[in-house]
Protein backbone atom coordinates (compact mmCIF):
# COMPACT_ATOMS: atom_id res chain seq x y z
CA UNK A 1 0.00 0.00 0.00
CA UNK A 2 1.47 3.36 -0.61
CA UNK A 3 1.47 6.10 1.58
CA UNK A 4 2.70 9.47 1.73
CA UNK A 5 3.30 11.52 4.02
CA UNK A 6 3.81 15.53 3.69
CA UNK A 7 4.99 18.59 5.40
CA UNK A 8 5.55 22.29 3.90
CA UNK A 9 7.48 25.13 5.08
CA UNK A 10 7.68 28.83 3.61
CA UNK A 11 10.78 30.62 3.56
CA UNK A 12 11.68 34.18 2.14
CA UNK A 13 9.28 33.38 -1.53
CA UNK A 14 10.40 29.21 -1.72
CA UNK A 15 8.32 26.60 -0.78
CA UNK A 16 9.91 23.43 -0.09
CA UNK A 17 7.77 20.23 0.05
CA UNK A 18 9.00 17.33 2.28
CA UNK A 19 7.32 13.86 1.15
CA UNK A 20 8.08 10.15 2.91
CA UNK A 21 6.56 7.28 1.14
CA UNK A 22 6.62 3.72 2.84
CA UNK A 23 7.86 0.99 0.65
CA UNK A 24 5.48 -0.83 -2.02
CA UNK A 25 4.91 -4.00 -3.65
CA UNK A 26 7.00 -4.68 -6.95
CA UNK A 27 4.99 -4.76 -10.10
CA UNK A 28 1.44 -3.38 -8.54
CA UNK A 29 -1.06 -2.58 -11.29
CA UNK A 30 -1.34 0.90 -9.18
CA UNK A 31 1.90 2.03 -10.12
CA UNK A 32 3.74 2.58 -13.58
CA UNK A 33 7.42 1.79 -14.11
CA UNK A 34 9.00 4.64 -12.40
CA UNK A 35 7.10 3.97 -9.39
CA UNK A 36 4.26 6.80 -9.11
CA UNK A 37 1.10 6.12 -8.36
CA UNK A 38 -1.16 6.35 -11.29
CA UNK A 39 -4.63 8.28 -11.17
CA UNK A 40 -3.02 10.78 -8.60
CA UNK A 41 -1.28 13.36 -8.43
CA UNK A 42 2.94 13.61 -7.16
CA UNK A 43 4.13 15.87 -5.25
CA UNK A 44 7.87 17.67 -4.97
CA UNK A 45 9.97 20.09 -3.88
CA UNK A 46 11.07 23.09 -6.58
CA UNK A 47 13.56 25.57 -5.22
CA UNK A 48 13.74 28.92 -6.97
CA UNK A 49 15.50 32.13 -7.18
CA UNK A 50 12.85 35.14 -6.16
CA UNK A 51 12.48 36.63 -9.31
CA UNK A 52 11.96 33.42 -10.87
CA UNK A 53 9.15 33.01 -8.48
CA UNK A 54 7.67 36.17 -9.77
CA UNK A 55 7.46 35.51 -13.09
CA UNK A 56 5.87 32.18 -12.25
CA UNK A 57 3.57 33.94 -10.32
CA UNK A 58 3.19 36.53 -13.43
CA UNK A 59 2.75 33.52 -15.79
CA UNK A 60 -0.17 32.11 -13.75
CA UNK A 61 -1.70 35.43 -13.34
CA UNK A 62 -1.78 36.68 -17.10
CA UNK A 63 -3.32 33.40 -18.11
CA UNK A 64 -5.78 32.80 -14.85
CA UNK A 65 -4.22 29.52 -13.23
CA UNK A 66 -5.97 29.06 -9.50
CA UNK A 67 -2.40 28.39 -8.30
CA UNK A 68 1.58 27.52 -9.25
CA UNK A 69 0.79 24.25 -9.58
CA UNK A 70 -0.90 24.31 -12.59
CA UNK A 71 1.16 27.25 -14.57
CA UNK A 72 4.13 24.85 -13.70
CA UNK A 73 2.02 21.78 -15.10
CA UNK A 74 1.32 24.07 -18.57
CA UNK A 75 4.98 24.67 -18.58
CA UNK A 76 6.00 21.41 -18.47
CA UNK A 77 3.24 19.74 -20.77
CA UNK A 78 4.63 22.20 -23.14
CA UNK A 79 8.01 21.75 -22.69
CA UNK A 80 7.22 17.60 -23.44
CA UNK A 81 5.22 18.57 -26.09
CA UNK A 82 8.37 20.48 -27.78
CA UNK A 83 10.29 17.44 -26.89
CA UNK A 84 7.88 14.70 -28.70
CA UNK A 85 8.14 17.47 -32.06
CA UNK A 86 11.70 16.54 -31.93
CA UNK A 87 11.37 12.60 -31.05
CA UNK A 88 9.94 11.40 -34.25
CA UNK A 89 9.12 7.99 -32.10
CA UNK A 90 5.69 9.07 -31.33
CA UNK A 91 2.43 10.00 -32.76
CA UNK A 92 1.41 14.05 -32.10
CA UNK A 93 -1.83 15.95 -33.20
CA UNK A 94 -1.71 19.14 -34.50
CA UNK A 95 -4.09 21.84 -35.70
CA UNK A 96 -2.80 23.64 -38.92
CA UNK A 97 -4.75 27.38 -39.11
CA UNK A 98 -4.03 29.31 -42.16
CA UNK A 99 -5.45 32.46 -43.56
CA UNK A 100 -5.40 32.75 -47.39
CA UNK A 101 -6.46 34.42 -50.43
CA UNK A 102 -9.01 31.74 -52.41
CA UNK A 103 -9.07 33.74 -55.07
CA UNK A 104 -4.92 33.41 -56.06
CA UNK A 105 -5.43 31.97 -59.34
CA UNK A 106 -4.55 27.81 -59.32
CA UNK A 107 -4.29 28.22 -55.18
CA UNK A 108 -7.52 26.30 -54.23
CA UNK A 109 -6.55 23.25 -56.66
CA UNK A 110 -2.89 23.06 -55.39
CA UNK A 111 -4.09 23.46 -52.02
CA UNK A 112 -6.43 20.47 -52.17
CA UNK A 113 -3.78 18.40 -53.98
CA UNK A 114 -1.44 18.97 -51.22
CA UNK A 115 -4.08 17.61 -48.91
CA UNK A 116 -5.19 14.64 -50.83
CA UNK A 117 -1.32 13.72 -50.38
CA UNK A 118 -1.58 13.63 -46.78
CA UNK A 119 -4.75 12.11 -46.69
CA UNK A 120 -3.52 9.37 -44.04
CA UNK A 121 -2.86 12.22 -41.56
CA UNK A 122 -5.28 14.87 -42.02
CA UNK A 123 -8.48 13.87 -40.26
CA UNK A 124 -11.01 17.12 -40.85
CA UNK A 125 -10.92 20.77 -42.08
CA UNK A 126 -12.97 23.37 -41.27
CA UNK A 127 -13.36 26.28 -44.07
CA UNK A 128 -14.15 29.58 -43.19
CA UNK A 129 -15.29 32.63 -45.60
CA UNK A 130 -13.61 35.69 -43.44
CA UNK A 131 -14.04 38.18 -46.09
CA UNK A 132 -14.91 38.52 -50.00
CA UNK A 133 -11.07 37.88 -50.32
CA UNK A 134 -9.80 35.98 -47.50
CA UNK A 135 -10.48 32.36 -45.80
CA UNK A 136 -9.60 30.75 -42.56
CA UNK A 137 -9.16 27.20 -42.80
CA UNK A 138 -8.29 24.37 -39.89
CA UNK A 139 -6.64 21.21 -40.82
CA UNK A 140 -6.71 18.32 -37.62
CA UNK A 141 -4.35 16.15 -38.69
CA UNK A 142 -2.25 13.04 -36.56
CA UNK A 143 0.56 11.57 -37.43
CA UNK A 144 4.70 11.63 -37.16
CA UNK A 145 5.81 15.40 -36.39
CA UNK A 146 8.32 15.52 -39.28
CA UNK A 147 5.32 14.31 -41.42
CA UNK A 148 3.37 17.07 -40.18
CA UNK A 149 5.65 19.50 -40.58
CA UNK A 150 6.51 18.71 -44.13
CA UNK A 151 3.09 18.88 -44.76
CA UNK A 152 2.24 22.49 -42.99
CA UNK A 153 5.42 23.37 -44.89
CA UNK A 154 4.32 22.71 -48.39
CA UNK A 155 0.95 24.38 -47.84
CA UNK A 156 2.47 27.40 -46.46
CA UNK A 157 4.83 28.00 -49.06
CA UNK A 158 1.90 28.71 -51.53
CA UNK A 159 1.15 31.62 -53.19
CA UNK A 160 -2.19 32.98 -51.36
CA UNK A 161 -1.07 32.16 -48.04
CA UNK A 162 -1.27 35.25 -45.69
CA UNK A 163 -0.42 33.70 -42.57
CA UNK A 164 -0.21 30.11 -41.11
CA UNK A 165 0.71 28.48 -37.72
CA UNK A 166 1.32 24.49 -37.03
CA UNK A 167 0.55 24.20 -32.98
CA UNK A 168 1.24 20.54 -31.92
CA UNK A 169 -1.36 19.25 -28.99
CA UNK A 170 -0.32 15.95 -26.36
CA UNK A 171 -2.24 12.79 -27.22
Known amino acids: MFVALFSAARRENC ?14 ANYNERGHTMGTVSRFGVSLKPETLD ?6 DKRGFQNRSQA ?20 VSGALVLIFDHHRPD ?6 AIQHDYQDSILASQHI ?25 RILALKGVKHGKLVFAAM
Open 15 to 28: IFLFVNRSKRKANS
Open 55 to 60: ALDDYA
Open 129 to 153: HVDHHNCLETITMRGKPSVLNKLAD
Open 72 to 91: LTRIIEEALLQQAEIDDSND
Open 107 to 112: FMKEFV
